[in-house]
């Protein structure tokens, strides 16, 4: 087992999928905004003109926000912020989704007090992952290198910003189907595995 997460004091998570369960509907979205399956939201979002960007997203937050209030804990997510908390370890949030709606759906899981509201980077503060632009925000403000850290999260797009911020790297996933070694350092099936490292 490894032991650096023993000692590491600087964690940053993904949302959705993360620290909570999977609730969006992905297909649904896409079909709502009139993208392409295999085309990503938000850089489709940002493709467009000004105008249809605008209607674009006014639609994507009336989806979110129902999202948002359907928010479900992952499995083992209390036990694991409360034991970074004793240990007084800095707990960041880096996430595709807006800090009003990532704000939300921690307030549903009464896990606000987790996170300090300059430490949740949304889409609205940063570039979205894959980019860095968060994590390197998060590493800023915490004034620490990206070796002292790891980025915690259930897709690609976390590992793939975290790897290239500098941060390990821990997939959470109880699908093998989704797996992406060279990008991953540490991978469990849940966050209920990963507390017993601590």
């Known amino acids: 087992m490894p032991g650096f997460f023993k000692c590491c004091e600087y964690w940053i998570f993904d949302l959705d999928g993360t620290l909570t369960r999977p609730v969006h509907d992905f297909e649904y979205i896409r079909k709502e905004l009139m993208i392409s399956p295999d085309e990503d939201i938000l ?37 694991l912020l ?54 390197d925000k998060l590493l800023s403000l915490w004034g620490v290198s990206a070796t002292d850290s790891v980025m915690v999260g259930d897709f690609k797009y976390d590992l793939m910003a975290g790897r290239a911020a500098g941060c390990k790297t821990a997939h959470i996933s109880a699908n093998d189907d989704l797996q992406w070694p060279e990008l991953t350092d540490y991978r469990y099936t849940s966050l209920a595995q990963l507390v017993k490292l601590i």
Do not use: M, W
């Open 43 to 79: 850089q489709h979002l940002a493709d467009l003109s000004p105008s249809a960007r605008q209607e674009k997203t006014e639609r994507l937050d009336q989806l979110e926000h129902f999202y948002a209030l359907q928010a479900k804990s992952a499995p083992g997510v209390y036990s």
């Open 82 to 135: 409360e034991s970074l908390s004793k240990k007084k370890c800095q707990l960041g949030i880096v996430t595709r989704n807006t800090k009003a709606f990532t704000q939300l759906s921690l307030s549903v899981l009464n896990l606000s007090a987790y996170f300090d509201e300059e430490c949740i980077i949304g889409r609205d503060d940063a570039l979205p992952k894959p980019d860095p632009h968060g994590i």
